[in-house]
C-alpha cells in the first residue's frame, strides 16, 4: 500500500515530554518507551514540550541544551523523524494560539483541582504563576491540535488527560465536532518509577541528581546510584510497595527493562540480600540504556542534522496544526478576511 494511504487509515497519537532536566529512567518507562512500542500503528507526534518547561524558574542555555538533547534521544530511542513528527513545541506557534482560546473553555474550579499544581506550588512556593495554573490547557491544545486519538504517557499524566477530553468535549458541545476526544495509553504495571532517595514519590527530572536515573548515565553512575538507594531495615525480597516502597521500587524497575513482572523478580532473588537486588538491577538498566546512549552519542555530534529534522518537522507539524486552529477560529466568531 502506499504510504499516504497508510497514513489516512492510521489513527493519531500525540505525546510530549519537557525538556526541563535530565530524561529519567522514570520518563523512559513511563512514556518513551511506549512511544517506540506504539509508534508503527498510528500517525505519530512526539514533542518536546519547551512551553511546559517555562512554569518553573530555569537557565535559558539549559534550557536550549535540554531540548536539542530530548529530540536526539527521542530519535537514539527509534523514533524515525522521517516516518514521525518529532520537534519542538515552541516552533509551532499554534500550540500558544489554541491555548489561549482553550483557557476561555476551562473553569478556574477544575484547574484548581489539579495534583501537579498541588504539588508544584507547595514545592515551588515562591513562584506559584499563572503558567504552571494553566498547565493543563496547553496541554490540552497540543493533543487536540493534531486531532489525536491516543495519548501514551505515565499515570501522573492522567488528571491531565481527563481535563483535556472534558475541554474538548465541552467546546464540541457548543460548536459541533471540532475536536477529536483523546484517549490514555497508560502502562498498567510499572506505570509510575519512584525517587531513589524517597521511594514514596515519583521519580522526577527536577529533583536531586541521586533521586533519579538518567537514560544518559554512565554506567558508573548508574551502579552508584542504585547502590545508594533507599530500602529498609528488614532483609527479605517482596514485592509490597505499601510496606516496602524502595525494595518493590527496585523490583519494579528490574521487571520493567527484562519485561517481566516484579513478583516473578522477587521470586529468583529469594534467600540474596538487598545488595544483590541492587546490582542486579543497576546491570539490567544499564544493558537496556547501552545501545540508546551509543547512537545518542552520535547524533548529538551533529547538530546541523538535527537542526534540519526540527526545521522540516515543524514545518509539517504547522500544517496540521493549522487546519485545527483556523477551524476553531471560524467555529468561535473571528472574523477571517
Ligand atoms: P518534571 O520533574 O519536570 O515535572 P517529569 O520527570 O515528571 O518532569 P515530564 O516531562 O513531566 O517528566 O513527563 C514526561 C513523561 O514521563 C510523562 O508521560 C510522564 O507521565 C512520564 N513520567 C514522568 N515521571 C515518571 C515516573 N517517575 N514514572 C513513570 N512515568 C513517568
Ligand atoms: N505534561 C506532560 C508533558 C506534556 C504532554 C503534552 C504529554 C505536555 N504536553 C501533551 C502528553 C500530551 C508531562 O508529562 N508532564
Given at each position: 500500500?502506499?504510504?499516504?494511504?497508510?497514513?489516512?487509515?492510521?489513527?493519531?497519537?500525540?505525546?510530549?515530554?519537557?525538556?526541563?532536566?535530565?530524561?529519567?529512567?522514570?520518563?523512559?518507562?513511563?512514556?518513551?518507551?511506549?512511544?517506540?512500542?506504539?509508534?508503527?500503528?498510528?500517525?505519530?507526534?512526539?514533542?518536546?514540550?519547551?512551553?511546559?518547561?517555562?512554569?518553573?524558574?530555569?537557565?535559558?542555555?539549559?534550557?536550549?541544551?535540554?531540548?536539542?538533547?530530548?529530540?536526539?534521544?527521542?530519535?537514539a530511542c527509534g523514533l524515525d523523524p522521517e516516518k514521525n513528527i518529532i520537534y519542538c513545541q515552541s516552533h509551532v506557534p499554534e500550540?500558544?494560539?489554541?491555548?489561549?482560546?482553550?483557557?476561555?473553555?476551562?473553569?478556574?474550579?477544575?484547574?484548581?483541582?489539579?495534583?501537579?499544581?498541588?504539588?508544584?506550588?507547595?514545592?515551588?512556593?515562591?513562584?506559584?504563576?499563572?503558567?504552571?495554573?494553566?498547565?493543563?490547557?496547553?496541554?490540552?491544545?497540543?493533543?487536540?491540535?493534531?486531532?489525536?486519538?491516543?495519548?501514551?504517557?505515565?499515570?501522573?499524566?492522567?488528571?491531565?488527560?481527563?481535563?483535556?477530553?472534558?475541554?474538548?468535549?465541552?467546546?464540541?458541545?457548543?460548536?459541533?465536532?471540532?475536536?477529536?476526544?483523546?484517549?490514555?495509553?497508560?502502562?498498567?504495571?510499572?506505570?509510575?518509577?519512584?525517587?531513589?532517595?524517597?521511594?514514596?514519590?515519583?521519580?522526577?527530572?527536577?529533583?536531586?541528581?541521586?533521586?533519579?536515573?538518567?537514560?544518559?548515565?554512565?554506567?558508573?553512575?548508574?551502579?552508584?546510584?542504585?547502590?545508594?538507594?533507599?530500602?529498609?531495615?528488614?532483609?527479605?525480597?517482596?514485592?509490597?510497595?505499601?510496606?516496602?516502597?524502595?525494595?518493590?521500587?527496585?523490583?519494579?524497575?528490574?521487571?520493567?527493562?527484562?519485561?517481566?513482572?516484579?513478583?516473578?523478580?522477587?521470586?529468583?532473588?529469594?534467600?540474596?540480600?538487598?545488595?544483590?537486588?541492587?546490582?542486579?538491577?543497576?546491570?539490567?538498566?544499564?544493558?537496556?540504556?547501552?545501545?540508546?546512549?551509543?547512537?545518542?552519542?552520535?547524533?548529538?555530534?551533529?547538530?546541523?542534522?538535527?537542526?534540519?529534522?526540527?526545521?522540516?518537522?515543524?514545518?509539517?507539524?504547522?500544517?496540521?496544526?493549522?487546519?485545527?486552529?483556523?477551524?476553531?477560529?471560524?467555529?468561535?466568531?473571528?472574523?477571517?478576511?
Open positions: 500500500m502506499e504510504q499516504a494511504q497508510q497514513q489516512t487509515l492510521k489513527k493519531n497519537l500525540f505525546s510530549a515530554i519537557q525538556p526541563s532536566g535530565n530524561i529519567t529512567l522514570g520518563n523512559y518507562v513511563g512514556a518513551l518507551r511506549n512511544f517506540v512500542l506504539l509508534h508503527e500503528d498510528y500517525n505519530c507526534l512526539f514533542c518536546v514540550a519547551d512551553l511546559h518547561a517555562l512554569t518553573l524558574r530555569h537557565d535559558p542555555a539549559e534550557l536550549r541544551r535540554n531540548s536539542l538533547s530530548l529530540i536526539a534521544l527521542y530519535i500550540h500558544a494560539q489554541l491555548s489561549w482560546v482553550l483557557n476561555c473553555f476551562t473553569y478556574m474550579g477544575e484547574l484548581s483541582r489539579m495534583t501537579q499544581f498541588k504539588d508544584k506550588s507547595q514545592k515551588h512556593a515562591d513562584n506559584i504563576n499563572a503558567g504552571l495554573f494553566t498547565y493543563p490547557v496547553l496541554m490540552a491544545a497540543d493533543i487536540l491540535l493534531y486531532q489525536t486519538h491516543v495519548v501514551p504517557v505515565g499515570v501522573d499524566q492522567k488528571q491531565h488527560l481527563e481535563i483535556c477530553r472534558d475541554i474538548a468535549g465541552r467546546f464540541n458541545g457548543i460548536y459541533g465536532d471540532v475536536f477529536t476526544i483523546p484517549e490514555g495509553y497508560i502502562p498498567k504495571s510499572t506505570a509510575k518509577i519512584m525517587s531513589l532517595a524517597d521511594p514514596t514519590r515519583k521519580m522526577s527530572k527536577s529533583d536531586g541528581e541521586d533521586s533519579y536515573v538518567a537514560v544518559l548515565d554512565a554506567p558508573d553512575v548508574i551502579r552508584r546510584k542504585f547502590k545508594r538507594a533507599v530500602t529498609d531495615s528488614e532483609a527479605d525480597i517482596r514485592f509490597d510497595p505499601e510496606n516496602k516502597p524502595g525494595v518493590s521500587n527496585l523490583l519494579s524497575i528490574l521487571a520493567a527493562v527484562r519485561n517481566s513482572t516484579p513478583e516473578a523478580e522477587a521470586q529468583a532473588l529469594q534467600g540474596l540480600g538487598y545488595g544483590a537486588l541492587k546490582e542486579a538491577t543497576a546491570e539490567a538498566v544499564i544493558d537496556t540504556l547501552r545501545p540508546i546512549q551509543e547512537r545518542y552519542a552520535e547524533l548529538i555530534r551533529d547538530k546541523d542534522a538535527l537542526n534540519q529534522i526540527l526545521r522540516t518537522n515543524a514545518d509539517r507539524a504547522h500544517a496540521i496544526a493549522l487546519r485545527t486552529l483556523r477551524k476553531v477560529y471560524k467555529k468561535i466568531g473571528l472574523y477571517q478576511p
